[in-house]
């Protein structure tokens, strides 16, 4: 099994930042892709950005330019640099891993979600 914890999720105003991080534990013997995603309530859950293995990054256009994925593989940890910010980033995140665990091979995993709420 694989736990992943996310942390920075809260209340800032428009044209702020925030950084999100989603630690990743468990019999994890391979993290391959990384990502976040983020859901509002009467929509589908969209994917926001992924990081592969090797580092290769790829942006929903709602957020090219303005959020930045980089992952720490020592730490098994993925984060999400958000800036300038819209009352219409205001969701719930998630994050999300591919895993190869011990013992159950290549699976996807969710975190628990963040609330991010941008307002004035």
């Known amino acids: 099994q694989v736990q992943l914890v996310e942390s920075g999720g809260g209340l800032v105003q428009p044209g702020g930042s925030l950084r999100l991080s989603c630690a990743a534990s468990?019999?994890?013997?391979?993290?391959?892709?990384m990502g976040w995603y983020r859901q509002d309530p009467g929509n589908q859950r969209e994917l926001l950005a992924a990081?592969?293995?090797?580092?290769?990054?790829n942006y929903a256009d709602s957020v090219e330019g303005r959020f930045t994925i980089s992952r720490d593989n020592a730490k098994n940890t993925v984060y999400l640099q958000m800036g300038s910010l819209k009352p219409e980033d205001t969701a719930v995140y998630y994050c999300?891993?591919?895993?190869?665990?011990?013992?159950?091979?290549?699976?996807?995993?969710w975190g628990q979600g963040t609330q991010v709420t941008v307002s004035s």
């Open positions: 999300s891993v591919e895993a190869i665990v011990v013992g159950e091979g290549l699976r996807r995993y």
């Open positions: 468990g019999s994890i013997f391979r993290i391959k892709a």
């Open positions: 990081i592969t293995s090797g580092g290769s990054t």
